[in-house]
Every structure is written in C-alpha cells, then in structure tokens.
C-alpha cells in the first residue's frame, strides 16, 4: 500500500516562512490536499489541488509539487497556525484514500 | 448551509457492534464521494471508508470485512456499522466530504468535515 511521510514536528519563527513536505509515491499521479488541525477540532483544508486555497484561507498559505514530494509554505507563519498539518493523497494502485502521519508546527 | 453532523458514539464492549451516523444538510449527499475518517487519541488521521456518488465502495485494510459503509438517500445520510470492534477502533470518527477535479493530474479533497463522533471500544 502507497504511504506518505512527513516529518513529525516543525518550528518556525513568528513572521519566517516554513515548509513541511509529504513523500510517497502515489504524489507522482496526484496532487496533495493539506489540512490544518487544532486540538480538539476536525481539519480543515488548506490547500488542494496544484495550488488552490479555498475560501477564507490566507494567501500566506500555498502548495507545490515536485516528484514524489509535495509541499505546504507558509509565509510569513503567524501564532494561529501553530496547529497540526496532514497531506493526503490517493493510492493508485488500490484507489484507497492516504493520509500522511501528520506535522506537528510550533510557531515560536 | 453545508453541514455534517455525526452522531451513534458511544462505549461499547470489544466483539461488540455500533452504528455511528452522519447527516448532511445543504448539499445532495448521494452526489458526492463521501468519506469516514477516524483519529485515536493522540494520533493522526486515519482514512476508514468511501462510498462514491456511483456507489463504489473501498475500506482500509485495518476494518474491511468488519465495517460497512452505506448512505440513505432520502434521508441524505451516511452510516458506518461497525462490528466486531476492538480496543483499536477507539477513536473520533469524522464524515467528510469529497471533491475531485483534474488539472493535469487529479486531485482529490475532503472540503466539509463534521465535528466528529467518539467510539470508545473498552471492557
């Protein structure tokens, strides 16, 4: 079955630009979405699709792609993004829906 | 407006059986690839189940042959019955909305989530 891996924890300064990748290999047939979760929330999406933001996301957030890694920017990160991030993606081979295990972001 | 709204956690001892719901309101439910997702305590996401607006229906290895997914149009609701549960079904289970579109490649995006609804699998 297709995975995908983020790295468990990422911090940034208040006002710097991060990024948190998801590898797999089902990234080289689809794109990557990106949900944003706070404690004791549900996600909520942020970027889908090549690089789409839907309503009521910051521009601050955007999405790109490159071989089996996607990416998610946050420029200029602010205090509530300090949150967890889940790529997700489909498997090619079985059509089951993957969710990475998730980046922790700590804005300093 | 949009909305999903999960409901039928509960506890319930291991071997045992529970049917969580999901009303949607807003949007044609039956139109859509519609998903459950599940988060135990302290861990990520986990994708459970879709049924998609055809009907086509896939569950993860970890619950297939235990769960079922299904929807009742005119009620314009999504179930999971869930059987045989053990400790490790413990979690928040989500309903969730799926889009799709294609733009060189496809992709794929749960746009509307509900709040959730805790299973508890315990003696």
């Known amino acids: 079955s297709s995975e995908l891996t983020q790295d468990p924890a990422v911090s940034v300064a208040l006002g710097q630009t991060v990024r948190i990748t998801c590898q797999g290999d089902?990234?080289?047939?689809?794109?990557a979405s990106w949900y944003q979760q706070k404690p004791g929330q549900a996600p909520v999406v942020v970027i889908y699709?090549?690089?789409n933001r839907p309503s009521g996301i910051p521009d601050r957030f955007s999405g790109s792609s490159s071989g089996n890694t996607a990416s998610l920017t946050i420029t200029g990160a602010q205090a509530e993004d300090d949150a967890d991030y889940y790529c997700?993606?489909?498997?090619?081979?079985?059509?089951?829906?993957?969710f990475g295990g998730g980046t922790k972001l700590t804005v300093l | 407006q949009v909305q999903l709204v999960e409901s039928g956690g509960g506890l319930v001892k291991p071997g045992g059986s529970l049917r969580v719901s999901c009303a949607a309101s807003?949007?044609?439910?039956?139109?859509?690839?519609m998903n459950w997702v599940r988060q135990a305590p302290g861990k990520g996401l986990e994708w459970v189940s879709y049924?998609?607006?055809?009907?086509?229906?896939y569950y993860s290895d970890s619950v297939k042959g235990r769960f079922t997914i299904s929807r009742d149009n005119a009620k314009n609701s999504l179930y999971l019955q869930m059987s045989s549960l053990r400790a490790e079904d413990t979690a928040v289970y989500y309903c969730?909305?799926?889009?799709?579109?294609?733009?060189?490649?496809?992709?794929?995006?749960?746009?509307?989530w509900g709040k959730g609804t805790t299973v508890t699998v315990s003696s």
């Open positions: 969730a909305r799926e889009r799709v579109g294609i733009v060189g490649y496809y992709y794929y995006y749960m746009d509307v």
């Open positions: 807003g949007f044609t439910l039956r139109d859509y690839y």
């Open positions: 049924i998609s607006s055809s009907g086509t229906i």
């Open positions: 089902s990234l080289r047939n689809y794109y």
């Open positions: 699709g090549k690089n």
């Open positions: 997700n993606s489909r498997d090619s081979g079985t059509n089951h829906v993957v």
